[in-house]
């Protein structure tokens, strides 16, 4: 079993940046393309940005030159820097990730989420 866990979520002014981490723990051989995800009240959820294991990254256009992904396959997480922040960006961030198990396994698994909170 696998499981993902974001964090790094919070309240920041208009502007501001967060960090948002997502680690993968359980029974994990490596890890396809990881993904962030986010989900307003009202919203359809809606992809962010999206990285392969060999590097393929591809962004969300309102979010281009303001977020940044980046991955660490040696712990089996994925990053999301945030920065200058709007507060249309508010939302729910959930991770995923393509996971292959010690067992030979393959599934798709998704975090919980982290509540991100722009505002004055």
């Known amino acids: 079993q696998v499981q993902l866990v974001e964090s790094g979520g919070g309240s920041v002014q208009p502007g501001g940046s967060l960090r948002l981490s997502c680690a993968a723990s359980?029974?994990?051989?490596?890890?396809?393309?990881m993904a962030w995800y986010r989900q307003a009240p009202g919203k359809q959820r809606e992809l962010v940005a999206t990285?392969?294991?060999?590097?393929?990254?591809v962004y969300e256009d309102s979010v281009k030159g303001r977020f940044i992904i980046s991955r660490d396959n040696t712990k089996n997480a994925v990053f999301l820097q945030m920065n200058s922040l709007k507060p249309e960006d508010t939302a729910v961030y959930l991770c995923?990730?393509?996971?292959?198990?010690?067992?030979?396994?393959?599934?798709?698994?998704w975090g919980q989420g982290t509540q991100v909170t722009v505002s004055s």
């Open positions: 995923n990730g393509n996971v292959i198990d010690a067992r030979g396994g393959f599934m798709t698994y």
């Open positions: 359980g029974s994990i051989f490596r890890i396809g393309t």
């Open positions: 990285m392969s294991s060999g590097g393929t990254i």
